[in-house]
């Protein structure tokens, strides 16, 4: 072949890679779209009322209040990142100025992210996300606190280096795909998984230890429950096909969503595939009891008994009645997909009544997803019961019913009331007290 034969060969190739490329571009954007919502991303880089991944919302740390920052393609985001330095921010925590994460972002997780998947990302969030200015926001965080460079040596203690998934032969590989989305690019543990005084999470995978993913302390206000197979306060009582329905429709036909996790459903969960939610729902499903003396629950029709021949002498029984039977009933079974079950529900039964006393306070919104359309809110309490109302009611249901939560004292809806109310501006949480 002649010189001039091989140059125009070479270029002909050249632009056929290139043209290769360009066609392939929409698919990769569209890719790294579905992995940045399984990713659930945009729930902690948007601000309430802010632009789509522009940062600016507050996270509640143990030292401070950190704001998200700023991962559209602008100047004031992530636009002049090189794919190396969006690598090393998710999988290795370390900012393009060379300074350590804090660990609200979960890249001892995203440690596991395949390479190609990392493309995938990157093309999105530079190509397929519109650039916003918004400067990013400095922490709350006091001096010396404040400053990173202990981060570097926590990261270095407790972040894995980058390890990149690989499937396990042996494992079926639904599980397999599933451990993936929950332990690398749905980073669940962050929030289900206890962490230790330094901030760590005591297990980053189901091979670490029963610590994974059964369920966390409070924070702003909710507990995130035990994903593992207890039956008092896990999935243990769940059965595969309703784990998936929950996760796609944040409802099922006994519980329903709450909290942080609402917004978990409403931006990420609804948008998976059923094969990934499939795989997520199989891989929790493997995960034993943290309690290995853990069994069923058991209903009990003593209290439903009791109700229905008008004997509301157990205290909180009346309370009960005048605010929650009308909803949940009085045998706790509440209505399906609509109204959850308060008999054998793992949230109501939970160590730390948190969430249960937060919704009973605050109350909250089941969000519409696609394929539930529907929005079912249950009203506020807190302006209306007082403190011992509250205690009285919290109690009666997680020990009716055959229910096995143990009672509360008054100091803890006190604590929680006043939390709620710090936070709480224009609304008449903190009216009732006491009696």
Same mark, same amino acid.
């Given at each position: 072949?002649?010189?001039n034969?091989?140059?125009?060969a070479?270029?002909?190739?050249?632009?056929?890679?290139?043209?290769?490329?360009?066609?392939?571009?929409?698919?990769?954007?569209?890719?790294?779209?579905?992995l940045?919502?399984?990713?659930?991303?945009?729930?902690?880089?948007?601000?309430k009322?802010?632009?789509?991944?522009?940062?600016?919302?507050?996270?509640?740390?143990?030292?401070?209040?950190?704001?998200?920052?700023?991962?559209?393609?602008?100047?004031?985001?992530?636009?002049?990142?090189?794919?190396?330095?969006?690598?090393?921010?998710?999988?290795?925590?370390?900012?393009k100025?060379g300074?350590?994460?804090?660990?609200?972002?979960?890249?001892?997780?995203?440690?596991?992210?395949?390479?190609?998947?990392?493309?995938?990302?990157?093309?999105?969030?530079?190509?397929?996300?519109?650039?916003v200015?918004?400067?990013?926001?400095?922490?709350d965080?006091?001096?010396?606190?404040?400053?990173?460079?202990?981060?570097?040596?926590?990261?270095?203690?407790?972040?894995?280096?980058?390890?990149?998934?690989q499937?396990?032969?042996?494992?079926?590989?639904?599980?397999?795909?599933?451990?993936?989305?929950?332990?690398?690019?749905?980073?669940?543990?962050?929030?289900?998984?206890?962490?230790?005084?330094?901030?760590?999470?005591?297990?980053?995978s189901a091979?670490?230890?029963?610590?994974?993913?059964?369920?966390?302390?409070?924070?702003e206000?909710?507990?995130a429950?035990?994903?593992r197979?207890?039956?008092?306060?896990?999935?243990?009582?769940?059965?595969?096909?309703?784990?998936?329905?929950?996760?796609?429709?944040?409802?099922?036909?006994?519980?329903?969503?709450?909290?942080?996790?609402?917004?978990?459903v409403?931006?990420?969960?609804?948008?998976?595939?059923?094969?990934?939610?499939?795989?997520?729902?199989?891989?929790? /499903?493997? &995960?034993?009891? !943290?309690?290995?003396?853990? +069994?069923p629950?058991?209903?009990?029709? #003593? =209290?439903?008994?009791?109700?229905?021949?008008?004997?509301?002498?157990?205290?909180?029984?009346?309370?009960?009645?005048?605010?929650?039977?009308?909803?949940?009933?009085?045998?706790?079974?509440g209505?399906?997909?609509?109204?959850?079950?308060?008999?054998?529900?793992?949230?109501?039964?939970?160590?730390?009544?948190?969430?249960?006393?937060?919704?009973?306070?605050?109350?909250?919104?089941?969000p519409?997803?696609?394929?539930?359309?529907?929005?079912?809110?249950?009203?506020?309490?807190?302006?209306?019961?007082?403190?011992?109302?509250?205690?009285?009611?919290?109690?009666?249901?997680?020990?009716?019913?055959?229910?096995?939560?143990?009672?509360?004292?008054?100091?803890?809806? /006190?604590? &929680?009331?006043? !939390?709620d109310?710090?936070? +709480?501006?224009?609304?008449?949480?903190? #009216? =009732?007290?006491?009696?």
């Amino acid at each position: 072949m002649s010189m001039n034969r091989m140059l125009i060969a070479t270029v002909l190739i050249g632009v056929g890679m290139t043209a290769q490329a360009a066609q392939d571009e929409p698919a990769l954007i569209s890719q790294g779209e579905y992995l940045a919502r399984a990713g659930d991303c945009v729930a902690c880089h948007t601000a309430k009322d802010g632009k789509p991944f522009a940062g600016g919302l507050p996270m509640e740390t143990p030292i401070g209040t950190i704001y998200s920052t700023n991962i559209t393609p602008s100047s004031e985001g992530i636009g002049h990142y090189s794919f190396e330095d969006f690598d090393r921010a998710l999988r290795h925590g370390v900012r393009k100025d060379g300074s350590t994460l804090y660990p609200a972002m979960p890249y001892p997780s995203y440690a596991r992210l395949t390479e190609p998947d990392m493309q995938a990302l990157y093309a999105y969030f530079m190509k397929g996300v519109a650039p916003v200015q918004e400067p990013n926001k400095d922490t709350d965080i006091p001096w010396p606190l404040s400053m990173r460079w202990p981060l570097s040596i926590w990261r270095g203690v407790f972040a894995p280096d980058p390890e990149p998934w690989q499937p396990l032969p042996e494992r079926d590989p639904v599980v397999d795909r599933g451990a993936y989305l929950v332990e690398g690019l749905g980073h669940c543990g962050a929030c289900h998984t206890p962490r230790a005084l330094t901030m760590q999470e005591k297990a980053l995978s189901a091979e670490e230890g029963d610590a994974f993913l059964a369920g966390s302390a409070p924070l702003e206000g909710w507990v995130a429950k035990n994903l593992r197979g207890d039956h008092k306060d896990g999935l243990g009582s769940w059965s595969e096909a309703q784990l998936v329905q929950f996760l796609k429709t944040g409802r099922s036909d006994t519980s329903a969503v709450f909290g942080g996790m609402s917004d978990v459903v409403e931006h990420s969960m609804q948008y998976m595939s059923d094969a990934d939610l499939t795989a997520i729902a199989r891989y929790l /499903k493997t &995960l034993p009891p !943290s309690n290995p003396n853990d +069994t069923p629950h058991v209903y009990d029709r #003593q =209290v439903a008994d009791a109700l229905w021949k008008g004997d509301d002498s157990k205290p909180g029984a009346g309370v009960y009645i005048d605010n929650c039977a009308a909803c949940h009933r009085t045998d706790g079974k509440g209505y399906t997909r609509v109204f959850p079950a308060l008999a054998g529900n793992p949230v109501v039964q939970t160590q730390d009544a948190t969430s249960l006393i937060h919704l009973i306070l605050k109350g909250g919104t089941l969000p519409a997803t696609r394929t539930a359309p529907s929005t079912f809110t249950m009203p506020a309490y807190g302006w209306r019961l007082s403190d011992q109302e509250v205690t009285d009611v919290v109690n009666f249901i997680r020990t009716s019913w055959g229910n096995q939560g143990e009672p509360i004292e008054v100091k803890a809806v /006190k604590k &929680l009331r006043t !939390s709620d109310m710090k936070q +709480t501006s224009g609304d008449d949480l903190g #009216q =009732v007290t006491e009696h």
